[in-house]
């Protein structure tokens, strides 16, 4: 398959990762913050299901894809606020978000979460200051588009998860 400008593959950026999901679910649990250094930064966040759909559909039948790129963001822009919003109804109790300096998430959160330290490096400098840098700042009906079923919102995909974040 090949997208734009010979990309051996049809999707344009994945806004996001599921290792934050991880990582805001024990702040959640622990203080009911999702503690990130994202900043105020808008995001168009996409679930892992609707990216996985994306990706069977294509991969079943890669003929009409070839030539297109994707955007695999999420229907609708968000701060972190407005995210935390989202989570406080889904999760029926309070969240609010907590914008933390880099430095310190990295040595409070990505320390101790045991990962590899080349995506602990990955995570520290790609994902959160494109975060921060506003980068994720585009919407997309492209979950629906291809698959031709809309995108989870968010507040849909955490109260299906809801053991995950409260423990």
Known sequence: MVGPAGDPHPFDRLPGNPLFTTLAARSIRENG??????????????????????????????????????????PRMVDMTEMAE????????????????LDRWRAEVLAKAGLPPHVEQHLATILTRLHQDNRY????????????VPAQTIEAFVAARRDCYLG
């Open 33 to 74: 913050t999702i503690t990130l250094p994202f900043g105020a930064g808008r995001t168009a966040p996409v679930a892992v299901d609707d990216v996985a759909r994306v990706v069977t559909t294509v991969l079943s039948d890669p003929a009409p894809h070839v030539g297109h790129a994707y955007e695999l963001a999420g």
């Open 137 to 148: 700042d585009a919407a997309s009906d492209d979950v629906e588009r291809v698959t031709g």
């Open 86 to 101: 989202e989570f406080s109804r889904a999760l029926e109790r309070p969240v609010s978000y907590v914008d933390v300096p």
